[in-house]
């Protein structure tokens, strides 16, 4: 059975895991605080931070260090359970954000346009999450703070509720399971456990490369197409000239 002690010492023994948060909100100071409820504690952690829109959490090193603990026999809970656990929590805390953006975000965003609000910026929105929303749910997992606000934007954004679930269900999977087992297989590497979070970053700007060309090819287009017509290029060469 786990004891605290065991388990202070096993975190002091592997050193901490970088954090995006104060000392008090990192990975090692909570798992030590939750002790033999250590299961509990970080899945209610991945929950609140995923859907009660509380971004300062340590996501990210939370799971990389319980992966690792369990991988050294300092947690007593069978990996499967942690992954499956965390799985759940993460499926429900953005489903919860997710509702949250769709029932309060009309409330909000339902007023004249003024100097720093249009209605056309939520039109945008809309457009946005037709043609990336799938992706940005996926990649938003990996990005502290980004990842508690765009199921939110998903909802506000009138995003189709099956299209969410379905996204979400795989950033859940490839999140919460994959970042335990990256720490389950490589919390004794120093490297990758000093640099996680800036691994992790490193990773989700490689994996949107492809949309943003897509959308700088877009923006180049739609450039150019202005420029088609006769009247428009001569009123620009007017200006520049002046």
Known sequence: MLTTTALTAALH???PVPALGPDFLNADHLIQSFGGAAL??????VFIETGLLFPFLPGDSLLFTAGALVAQQFLDFPLWLLCLLIFLAAFLGDQTAFLIGRKLGPRVFRRPDS????????????AYFDKYGGRTIIVARFVPI????????AGVGKM????????????ALLWGVGVTMLGYALGNVSFVKDNIEVLLVVL???????MVWEVWRA?????????DEPAERAEVERKVFE
């Open 40 to 45: 509990i504690g970080i899945v209610v952690v």
């Open 204 to 210: 989700v700007l490689i994996s949107v490369l492809p």
């Open 146 to 153: 980004v990842r508690t606000y765009a199921p939110v934007a």
């Open 219 to 227: 923006r180049r287009r739609a450039r150019d197409t202005r420029y």
């Open 160 to 171: 189709s509720y099956r299209h969410f679930v379905s996204y979400n269900v795989i950033g």
């Open 13 to 15: 023994a592997a050193g």
């Open 115 to 126: 100097r720093f609000f249009k209605q056309s910026y939520i039109d945008q929105t809309y």
